[in-house]
């Protein structure tokens, strides 16, 4: 196959195919990295599998996915960690690195057989979802697992300041009534990784920032030279917690961490802006209807968000908020940085930076469902994902399979997904069920 | 029956917010969404509808035929007593149902149960649930009118409508009314409907208590925080105690009831220093001894026992204004 006319770059050969595509007003991009993604398997399969997960991932252009090790069993022995490279090699059409577990049933007592699990391919040591809440076993997951090379990636929680909380904690958590959950629950807990980072010399690299403070005490962490690293969500950063309201509790936008505040969003940007942030990374956590279907404050956390990642970083694209070079790098090369990855030569992504879609839940290639942004109409999107050489989604040639999207026409002005300064929103619902 | 809705001066009424409502309202959910001639018009049918309570007959067929469903996942009494006493008022079929724990503890969605209900035939379901928003996933996805009786900390219009009408029958406006509302303010739905409700017709409010039990992100016009009592309760035309829950002390929230009550207690001493003219209310039910003196309780002063008769007219009128027939 051979990809013409690509608006960045000299024509691209690809695989044996003699097919012609012409890229007019594409742009050719290498496959996109990510840190963060639940594909369910074992365990939770009526959620996501690792097949319907690598589909949806190649829909929304990653090439190479990392899974956190939140099933069940856990991802905590070698075993189980080869079951998942088992299960992907024959059923994924992408590139599948699971992260193992840094305590034994990511119960946070026990420190897992780290040596082991990273010669089996482990890419790196998370309890995700849990916090790793007793500062020694901590620091001693740090010392231990960057003794030979990984990376400790921790969820900060302070979990006695968010007992029973379902949203962030401000204005409107206490209109809705819903217990609140402060920021300052997630910069107490970065503060001291950074602090036992610094004391111990290891890496550590904090998943999905999503509060001002946090952003700034990886921003002075990394100046003084301490080893973090960190990443951000697309919802984090085109999302704020009046969308809780808007939906009137709809627990599709129930997530953990919260949704925050537009300040946020712009300490975030920021982030990404200066280099306090390296990587963007989805956190695409399927859930069964039934999950969220409930009374908000019992359904479960997460988004499904590995289709509609790059359009919704591309809002902040068309909102003159970043370059559109930097959102790839952070979907790129940034990523493979943290983990130590070589960006493979052989994964491209082509993106239309400007083409218009409305998300159809229906049509996703996940089996999650829940996002706030059905009926959305978002900017920028992926046309064609090739992974080890082969086309592995393809919306030019098939665009019955697009990405949970289906064209339309869009009224003036364009809406975005981004947060305005007032606590506005240029990305309109009108559609919602 | 014949219900006046003839508007009051319009010195009542507040400027904020105060569009009519476009369409028929659907659903009760939260006074947030009332405009001040909405709740005017519901403070209104209630007066109309003490005509009927004062009749030797208290019947009306305003919900004749109708079947109106108390749902609760909590318990209460006054609350779901006086909406069934209301429907009954009205002529409808009540069925009381109350679930124990939570509906996931039950094994059936909330989602579902509402569905059942309305198949079932229920034209009406109020509901009464532990959790924030509760009320309004009934309303989306069950094909009835839906009365929020309480959710979580959220809202509970009607006991908060039913304060206003007892303090407009008292007083005799609302407009510019110094309200204290003192106490678990954090965890009331009570006092978040009156904020609402009461901000919304002209009165000021004064949420008061220590900042750990006080919604401190809560910005509304017309209210403020206040961590004194002494420095207020002589300026108020009503003071409103919140019930004090044990576990908000075990909870580290407060030190101990002890100290809670000599800081923020309506005890005697505080009361002969109220107004001549100013009003106890409890939205119940009460601990005495704690966020309330039980002489106080009787006292004079107190319209406690009218909160509770007001609420059954309150209770008819929402439900006539949501799902009665015209007559």
Partial sequence: MLLKNARNRDDLSIGDSKDIIDCRGLVLVPGFVDLHCHLREPGFEHKETIATGARAAAAGGFTTVCCMPNTDPVIDTAGTLQYVLDVARREASVRVRPIAAISRGRAGKELTDMAELAAAGAVAFSDDGNPVANSALMRHALEYANSFDRVVVDHCEDIALTKGAAMHEGAVSERLGLPGWPAAAEDIIVARDLALAEATGARVHIAHLSTAGSVDLVRSAKRRGVRVTAEVTPHHLTLTDEWVERGTYDANCKVNPPLRTSRDIEALVEGLLDGAIDAIATDHTPHALVDKAVEFEQAAFGISNIETAFAQVMGLVHAGRLPFDLVVEKLTSGPCSVFGLELPADDWVLVDPDAEWTVDVEVFHSRGRNTPLHGATLRGRVMLTVCRGQVVFDALREPASGAGCAEVEVPSPRPSPVATGEGGFRLHLSERP | ?327
Avoid at chain 2, 32 to 60: F, G, W
Avoid at chain 2, 73 to 98: C, G, H, P, Q, W
Avoid at chain 2, 135 to 151: K, P, Q, S
């Fill in chain 2, 1 to 327: 029956m014949s219900v006046r809705l003839e508007t009051r001066g319009n010195s009542e009424l507040g400027t904020q917010n105060s569009k009519p409502a476009a369409q028929p309202r659907k659903h009760c959910l939260d006074l947030n969404d009332y405009s001040a001639e909405d709740i005017q018009q519901v403070l209104d049918t209630a007066e109309a509808m003490q005509e009927v309570l004062a009749r030797p007959v208290k019947k009306a067929p305003g919900l004749r035929g109708k079947m109106v469903v108390n749902c609760f996942y909590e318990s209460s009494t006054r609350t779901r007593v006086s909406f069934e006493v209301a429907a009954k008022n009205l002529s409808a079929d009540v069925v009381n149902f109350s679930a124990g724990g939570s509906s996931v503890e039950k094994g059936e969605s909330l989602i579902d149960t509402a569905k059942t209900l309305v198949a079932l035939g229920a034209n009406v379901i109020i509901i009464r649930h532990s959790m924030a928003g509760a009320a309004h996933v009934v309303a989306r996805n069950a094909g009835a009118a839906v009365i929020n009786a309480g959710d979580g900390r959220h809202a509970h219009p009607s006991q908060a409508l039913l304060d206003l009408y007892t303090m407009r029958a008292r007083i005799g406006r609302l407009r510019g009314l110094k309200v204290a509302i003192v106490g678990d303010v954090l965890h009331s739905r009570v006092a978040r409907s009156n904020v609402h409700g009461l901000t919304r017709m002209g009165a000021e409010v004064i949420l008061c208590g220590p900042a750990t039990l006080l919604p401190v992100n809560l910005q509304l016009p017309g209210m403020r925080f206040e961590h004194n009592l002494d420095a207020i309760i002589g300026d108020m035309d009503v003071v409103m105690p919140l019930r004090i829950q044990k576990e908000r002390a075990e909870g580290g929230l407060i030190p101990s009831l002890r100290e809670y009550r000599a800081n923020w207690g309506i005890t005697a001493q505080r009361v002969a220093r109220m107004r001549g003219d100013a009003l106890i209310m409890h939205p119940g039910p009460m601990n005495p001894g704690v966020e309330i003196d039980p002489e106080v309780a009787v006292s004079p002063r107190s319209v406690i026992e009218s909160q509770v008769s007001n609420g059954v007219a309150i209770r008819m009128a929402l439900l006539y204004l949501l799902a009665g027939a015209p007559m």
